[in-house]
């Protein structure tokens, strides 16, 4: 039952990457035909930065879950994969709503994101230094 249910969750996290990437590729082409023009410098910057955060860890998202059997404990590749997902919506997500809604009531979730992402990465490098 323990090994169905991992597999279950590992698919879940493979799911949700895929889904993440696809977002990622639809705010990127959205961007790159004819919107950028709307934006200033400034917010096309973000923007960009935005992007290419949301992919790297959409796809660290996708390898941690593909690789998973390299983990001892699957405690951590779950914990790593949550810190991903959270820091892509607080911190791609804040940055997405300021840009292209002007919404910037969500710019404390931002380095909340950032911090999330930080952690996933220093679990991974802990977690694999350990051995």
Do not use: D, E
């Amino acid at each position: 039952m323990i090994k169905h249910t991992a597999f279950f969750m590992i698919n879940i996290w493979i799911r949700i990457s895929a889904l993440s990437v696809l977002l990622c590729i639809l705010v990127g082409a959205y961007a790159s035909h004819g919107i950028t023009s709307q934006f200033t410098m400034s917010n096309l910057n973000i923007y960009w930065t935005t992007v290419i955060y949301h992919l790297f860890h959409s796809i660290g998202l996708l390898f941690v879950a593909l690789f998973n059997n390299s983990f001892k404990k699957q405690f951590y590749v779950h914990l790593i994969c949550i810190c991903f997902l959270l820091g892509i919506i607080f911190f791609c997500g804040s940055l997405y709503l300021l840009v292209l809604k002007n919404i910037s009531i969500y710019g404390f979730l931002t380095p909340l994101g950032g911090l999330a992402f930080i952690a996933g990465w220093i679990i991974l490098l802990v977690v694999k230094f350990k051995g």
